[in-house]
């Protein structure tokens, strides 16, 4: 790591005075994300992270976002701790031009990855349900404020990294949908309500001692907090096919983070909010396994056509409420679940 240690983003760290003159500091490489470079720094007896953002993430496409979005996470960041102490990581320091920041480093020993635990099959219904109500009370907070919506006001930023990814490159893989994937993006760039995260994923929520720590907000945007929680409810269903025995927990844990939401949703109609966040769903699960970002956990084809036996009708026929999607999933994996058993039963009458 000479080369990092003696680069711009040392030269940043010592001029923020977290390297003192002197010090030597040692930079680990910290996994996990696709668009940014992220250090364990240990210097003069401190223990930091540090975050640079990439313009080119690390998917199989070509996908280019500008490094701008690095200034709107530290935003995020602040604000969401002002909102709910300890829901996200405190701002050590930031230089906006290199496109990095220095934030406090928490360690896995008492703030686990959410995704780890899920990984395991541990499915924590009451953490679930403190990641609905973290999310919601960001969004009361911020909600119909001229404010927030100046500072995020980050629609191409959005567009570039969420909309155009996941839904419209979606819509390109499916003709027949493509009408409804692009009319559904253009109607969520449309709609401004309050400050959404953008990236509400297990692997960027830490199960903190105090409840749920939001990382990664580099998607920070002002619209439709209905894309948050869609987002987030997504991999409770992805993660059925991930960890197969956890399914049960996973699904209650859909339940949990969307009733806890929902009952705190004060800034509009629950039901509209619902509505949208019911078709956002299925698209959004069609997505990560035919769009620009596919999740890394679903490879077997098999598996991909189970989510698109449940996504594609849902997109082209919407529910107004996210159980449905969430029951349309389930059925579709009890069903596979039956059909397995008889194939099994029938295998056995043979011998």
């Given at each position: 790591?000479?080369?990092?240690?003696?680069?711009?983003?040392?030269?940043?760290?010592?001029?923020?005075?977290?390297?003192?003159?002197?010090?030597?500091?040692?930079?680990?490489?910290?996994?996990?994300g696709?668009?940014?470079?992220?250090?364990?720094?240990?210097?003069?007896?401190?223990?930091?992270?540090?975050?640079?953002?990439l313009?080119?993430?690390?998917?199989?496409?070509?996908?280019r976002?500008?490094?701008?979005?690095?200034?709107?996470?530290?935003?995020?960041?602040?604000v969401?701790?002002?909102?709910?102490?300890?829901?996200?990581?405190?701002?050590?320091?930031?230089?906006?031009?290199?496109?990095?920041?220095?934030?406090?480093y928490?360690?896995?020993?008492?703030?686990?990855?959410?995704?780890?635990?899920?990984a395991?099959?541990?499915?924590?219904?009451?953490?679930a349900?403190?990641?609905g109500?973290?999310?919601?009370?960001?969004?009361?907070?911020?909600?119909?404020?001229?404010?927030?919506?100046?500072?995020?006001?980050?629609?191409?930023?959005?567009?570039?990294?969420?909309?155009?990814?996941?839904?419209?490159?979606t819509?390109q893989?499916?003709p027949?949908?493509?009408?409804?994937?692009?009319?559904?993006?253009?109607?969520?760039?449309?709609?401004?309500?309050?400050l959404?995260?953008?990236?509400?994923?297990?692997k960027?929520?830490?199960?903190?001692?105090?409840?749920?720590?939001?990382?990664?907000?580099?998607?920070?945007?002002?619209?439709?907090?209905?894309?948050?929680?869609a987002?987030?409810?997504?991999?409770?269903?992805?993660?059925?096919?991930?960890?197969?025995?956890a399914?049960?927990?996973?699904?209650?844990?859909?339940?949990?983070?969307?009733?806890?939401?929902?009952?705190?949703?004060?800034?509009?109609?629950?039901?509209?909010?619902?509505?949208?966040?019911?078709?956002?769903?299925?698209?959004?699960?069609?997505?990560?396994?035919?769009?620009?970002?596919?999740?890394?956990?679903?490879?077997?084809?098999?598996?991909?056509?189970?989510?698109?036996?449940?996504?594609?009708?849902?997109?082209?026929?919407?529910?107004?409420?996210?159980?449905?999607?969430?029951?349309?999933?389930?059925?579709?994996?009890?069903?596979?679940?039956?059909?397995?058993?008889?194939?099994?039963?029938?295998?056995?009458?043979?011998?």
């Amino acid at each position: 790591m000479a080369s990092i240690a003696h680069g711009p983003v040392a030269a940043f760290l010592r001029e923020a005075g977290l390297i003192a003159a002197g010090d030597t500091a040692r930079f680990t490489p910290l996994t996990g994300g696709v668009a940014s470079d992220i250090w364990k720094v240990e210097a003069g007896g401190r223990i930091f992270a540090v975050k640079r953002a990439l313009e080119k993430l690390r998917v199989a496409r070509d996908w280019r976002v500008p490094v701008t979005r690095n200034v709107s996470e530290v935003e995020w960041l602040r604000v969401a701790a002002q909102v709910v102490p300890h829901a996200a990581p405190r701002v050590l320091a930031h230089d906006a031009a290199l496109g990095a920041f220095a934030m406090e480093y928490l360690d896995s020993a008492d703030h686990p990855v959410w995704k780890a635990q899920l990984a395991a099959g541990y499915a924590d219904v009451a953490f679930a349900a403190r990641v609905g109500n973290t999310i919601a009370t960001i969004h009361a907070a911020t909600a119909h404020s001229d404010n927030y919506a100046r500072r995020f006001a980050n629609d191409a930023l959005f567009h570039a990294i969420r909309l155009e990814p996941y839904l419209e490159a979606t819509a390109q893989a499916y003709p027949d949908l493509a009408d409804m994937l692009m009319q559904l993006s253009r109607d969520t760039l449309a709609t401004k309500v309050a400050l959404v995260h953008g990236d509400v994923s297990p692997k960027n929520i830490l199960a903190g001692p105090q409840g749920p720590v939001l990382l990664d907000a580099e998607c920070a945007w002002y619209g439709d907090p209905a894309f948050d929680l869609a987002f987030c409810l997504n991999h409770m269903l992805l993660k059925c096919l991930w960890v197969p025995q956890a399914r049960a927990g996973f699904l209650a844990c859909f339940d949990a983070l969307a009733a806890t939401y929902l009952q705190h949703v004060d800034w509009e109609a629950p039901a509209g909010l619902e509505r949208r966040a019911a078709e956002l769903l299925p698209a959004l699960f069609l997505a990560r396994v035919d769009g620009k970002s596919p999740v890394e956990y679903i490879v077997n084809e098999a598996d991909k056509e189970r989510v698109r036996r449940v996504a594609i009708p849902l997109i082209a026929s919407p529910s107004e409420q996210l159980a449905k999607v969430r029951d349309a999933w389930a059925l579709a994996l009890s069903n596979e679940v039956d059909t397995g058993s008889r194939e099994e039963n029938a295998a056995r009458e043979k011998f």
